[in-house]
């Protein structure tokens, strides 16, 4: 079994800075990638960012280039997603996922954007 717990969401102004984590636990392999979706109301849930296991390579959608920096520590089985200038536009709810066999999602956590 997977699980994937995340945490680090919350109520910011625009320009503020956030860092998510999802904490894994289970049959878990460094070699596999990882990531975070998300997925606002009324949108379907979209791709943030992935990153690879061994090379650790990591890959953002256009929407977020530049503002966030995806990183993973596999001895602690954590990623992280630190957001920079956030915007209202990156409210959503963040799901952290593992690539293995199928793909394993985390409960998901708020990020509001608002002034």
């Known amino acids: 079994q997977v699980q994937l717990v995340e945490s680090g969401g919350g109520l910011v102004q625009p320009g503020d800075s956030l860092r998510l984590s999802c904490a894994a636990s289970g049959n878990i392999f460094s070699s596999r990638p990882m990531g975070w979706s998300r997925q606002a109301p009324g949108k379907e849930r979209e791709l943030v960012a992935s990153?690879?296991?061994?090379?650790?390579?990591?890959d953002y959608a256009d929407s977020v280039k530049g503002r966030f920096t995806i990183s993973r520590d596999n001895a602690k089985n954590t990623v992280y997603l630190q957001m920079n200038n956030l915007k209202p536009e990156d409210t959503a709810v963040y799901y952290c996922?593992?690539?293995?066999?199928?793909?394993?999602w985390g409960q998901g956590t708020q990020v509001t954007v608002s002034s």
């Open positions: 996922w593992y690539a293995y066999t199928r793909a394993y």
């Open positions: 990153i690879t296991g061994v090379s650790s390579t990591a």
